[in-house]
């Protein structure tokens, strides 16, 4: 059986590779931080009933001793690094922090896997953020980068320090350049989950208004389920390479929000306001990504389009809901 080890199993992608993997027949070991109330984030591998069919281990990616007992402890063949202080607006808050943990833990990471088992084949979480004021109008594998908040910056140094471990080190580490990605299991502060949540609060009557920053912005939104099938695709080859994984197609956050509305059977100007205070202090106005090589070399298509995601994650915020307010 090979041996998976996934940094950020609580989080969305990590839930839903966790149990990609184990459909595949990987033993699945997980990263899980400890916090004061004494509870992991277990919501969202107990959402897919993955929960009891994985072994958590403890530790945190700005820790590498942890790190390195997990990799001699686990021993693993595949190492998929998703652990990152993930949501951009937050980077200016803790700057120190996403740097920390989005760019230096991915070193930590890779420092572990150097010492311990350079053999493993390791993927990390790079971000279309990177491209930030974009350089080209369809953004590949070649496009230069400019990111435009500390999130970008730190992701930067992650993408690049694995280039730089591939290189000098011949290891077989591979960087996956995602798009956004959403589902029933994205944090409620991204705006396509806030949407969701937030159309579902209105249509059971738990709330009146919808309050949103830039709708301009636009974004090339894929499904998790089908991004982290190209994250294993892409351990799955003989020599280790960087992939754009998007759908190519790019959409207003305005057009996201009316396919969710709509859905619901509600109107959107009835409900939504826009508040200055949700505008940040740089944009990212559009991404698009160019998917050809992903699609060329790896095989991989996305299946699920952005408005059956949406559906369904208006679906999944009601049925929740109701079941809590019950
Ligand atoms: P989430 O925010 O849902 O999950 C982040 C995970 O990282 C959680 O498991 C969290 O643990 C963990 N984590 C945070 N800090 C630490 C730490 N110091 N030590 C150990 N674990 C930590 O992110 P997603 O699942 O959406 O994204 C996965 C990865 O892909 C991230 O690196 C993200 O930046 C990147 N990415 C995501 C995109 C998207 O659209 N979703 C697009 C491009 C890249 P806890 O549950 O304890 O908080
Ligand atoms: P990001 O692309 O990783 O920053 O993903 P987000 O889902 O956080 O944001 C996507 C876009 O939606 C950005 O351009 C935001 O400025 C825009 N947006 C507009 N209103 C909101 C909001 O209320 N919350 C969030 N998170 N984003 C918003």
Redesign the pocket.
């Given at each position: 059986m090979p041996r998976a080890f996934i940094?950020?199993?609580?989080?969305?992608?990590?839930?839903?590779l966790a149990e990609f993997l184990l459909d595949k027949g990987y033993q699945v070991w997980?990263?899980?931080?400890r916090?004061s109330s004494g509870g992991?984030?277990l919501d969202?591998l107990e959402w897919l009933g993955v929960l009891d069919r994985i072994n958590l281990v403890e530790?945190?990616?700005?820790?590498l001793s942890s790190l390195m007992r997990i990799i001699a402890d686990v021993d693993p063949d595949e190492v998929y690094?998703?652990?990152?202080?993930?949501?951009v607006a937050t980077s200016w808050q803790q700057p120190h922090?996403t740097a920390?943990?989005?760019g230096v833990?991915v070193l930590n990471v890779l420092e572990a896997l150097r010492l311990l088992k350079s053999e493993a084949r390791f993927y990390q979480?790079?971000?279309?953020?990177m491209f930030g004021l974009i350089q080209h109008e369809k953004q590949s594998e070649t496009t230069p980068f400019y990111p435009r908040s500390p999130?970008a910056v730190a992701?930067l140094y992650?993408h690049w320090i694995t280039v730089n471990y591939r290189e000098s080190f011949g290891m077989h580490a591979s960087s996956?350049?995602?798009?956004?990605?959403?589902s029933p299991?994205?944090?409620q502060e991204?705006v396509t989950r806030k949407v969701t949540d937030g159309v579902a609060r209105i249509k059971l009557g738990l709330a009146k208004e919808l309050r949103l920053g830039n709708i301009e912005a636009k974004r090339d939104?894929?499904h998790?389920r089908d991004?982290v099938r190209a994250m294993w695709m892409m351990l799955q080859q003989e020599t280790a390479d960087d992939y754009v994984v998007a759908t190519g197609q790019t959409w207003t956050v305005k057009h996201m929000v009316d396919i969710a509305f709509k859905h619901a059977g509600l109107s959107v100007e009835d409900h939504l306001v826009i508040d200055q205070a949700l505008f940040r202090p740089a944009e990212v106005d559009i991404l698009l990504g160019d998917p050809a090589k992903a699609e060329r070399q790896l095989g991989w298509t996305p299946t699920i389009t952005l408005e059956e995601m949406i559906c369904e994650m208006v679906d999944a915020d009601v049925a929740r809901l109701t079941q809590k307010h019950r």
């Open positions: 940094t950020g199993i609580t989080g969305q992608d990590g839930a839903y997980g990263l899980a931080r916090s992991l984030h969202r530790g945190d990616l700005g820790d690094n998703l652990a990152a202080q993930s949501f922090l920390n943990v989005t833990g979480a790079s971000s279309s953020e999130y992701k992650g996956g350049i995602l798009f956004n990605h959403e299991l994205r944090g991204f939104w894929g998790a991004y």
